[in-house]
């Protein structure tokens, strides 16, 4: 049941964003549109910054269960931008308030596992330091983030799938010989 409130209250946050921006809602407008009382918001969550976290955390969980390996990583980045086309209204709101702190934190917890998966598929043959794995899996990450943002601070008219088609050539490849270098570096290749 916990679940099902949580979620009910992450909807009318989402619907509410479709009529006003997240400065103007109130923990009142979110409950009388779910149909809860307040101390339910309050039982599930200590602020609206709160529910709007657990709605990205949520929500990034759904869209990357498939699409973590380096030979369909394009679908996984490319179901990051379907979502936030699909959620624009939320999207935009978080990108135009004080919340864009969240914004890069729910996009960092999108990409950053997707491309830990590539890399750790990429290591087969090679022994890489973990730290060295995370250096390249953070450079690719921010790297891709900068890339959403800038698509979303453009209005998120480009097609991302000419997005992901200039981003092919640069990541196939690249990320492997990242790794045989780091690997040849502290001589560890097998």
């Known amino acids: 049941m ?3 409130t949580k979620k009910a209250l992450g909807n009318s946050l989402k619907n509410l964003l479709l009529k006003k921006s997240l400065n103007e809602i109130t923990v009142s407008d979110i409950t009388d549109d779910c149909g809860v009382n307040r101390q339910t918001f309050y039982y599930h969550f200590n602020n609206i910054p709160d529910l709007l976290e657990w709605v990205c955390i ?6 990357l269960k498939e699409n973590r390996h380096y030979d369909n990583w394009e679908d996984g980045f490319y179901s990051v931008f379907v979502w936030a086309n699909s959620n624009k209204a939320f999207v935009m709101n978080i990108y135009h308030s004080v919340s864009l702190k969240v914004l890069l934190r729910y996009l960092d917890r999108l990409v950053n596992p997707l491309l830990m998966n590539v890399i750790n598929e990429q290591t087969y043959g090679l022994k890489v330091k973990q730290e060295d794995k995370e250096f390249i899996a953070n450079f690719y990450t921010n790297s ?10 453009k209005g998120m008219n480009e097609d991302p799938k000419d997005i992901i088609k200039h981003l092919t050539p640069i990541v196939k490849g690249t990320v492997r010989q990242a790794l045989v270098t780091y690997s040849k570096e502290e001589g560890l290749s097998q």
Do not use: C
């Open 58 to 63: 949520s929500d990034s969980d759904k869209i």
């Open 2 to 4: 916990s679940d099902l």
């Open 144 to 153: 891709y983030v900068g890339l959403v943002i800038n698509w979303i601070d």
